[in-house]
């Protein structure tokens, strides 16, 4: 069995800052990160990979910096889910993937939560009115600020990978790049997770990420039981 050695650097915590956001996707950053106390409840959506996880953790964070309790529950999060007076921020991620356990838990939180003043951030792949959820969910999830999150262009998928390498020490060539784009889907949440793998094996064998270690990657990956 190989053993893969820890990475130098852990890749940095999502952030607003390390957000490229271009076009409709700069009005979401200034919302959230103008985002207080009892503000509306704020969902977002978009296509896997458009950062919308990315976001609520950034505004999580955010918030817990500033000395706030925030609560966070998604897809994977078991149920019964309590809620707590105390908490600023309750955040609920992956809507479209709750189960009817989840979508009653999720519902009455969100009566708690505005009862008690708890500002609420949200998000699925689809727009509050097209989510397989209950009714009384679906409505309260598109109750307040709505935004769609926009894909980015090539240029700017291009420029996060390149920064996301950077901030791993990694030098990723055209070529690599290319190979990425061309090969494997193009949201940035598989890409991501293409870096990473890359930055793991390019790591284990002490070489610089290029395509034929790529294809290396690929065939081991393949072959493994």
Known sequence: MR?????????????????????????VVAHLRA???????????GPSGSGKTHLLRALAAQWQHGGERVSWFDAASATPWHHDAAWALAVLDECDRY????????????????ADGVALAAAGRLPPVDLPLRDDLRTRLGWGHVFALEPLPEPQVRAVLRRAAEGRGLFLSDDVIDYLLTRF?????????????????????????????????LIEEDAAP
């Open 185 to 217: 889907a193009r949201d940035l949440k598989h890409l991501m997770a293409m870096l990473e793998r890359l930055d793991a094996f390019a790591l284990l064998h002490k070489r610089a990420p290029t395509v034929p270690l790529l294809k290396q990657m």
């Open 35 to 45: 985002l207080g106390r009892g503000a509306t409840p704020i969902y977002l959506w």
């Open 3 to 27: 053993q893969l050695p820890l990475a130098i650097a852990a890749p940095p915590a999502p952030s607003f800052d390390s957000f490229l956001a271009v076009g409709a996707n700069m009005a």
């Open 99 to 114: 189960d009817a356990a989840q979508q009653q838990a999720a519902f009455s939180l969100f009566v708690a939560a505005t």
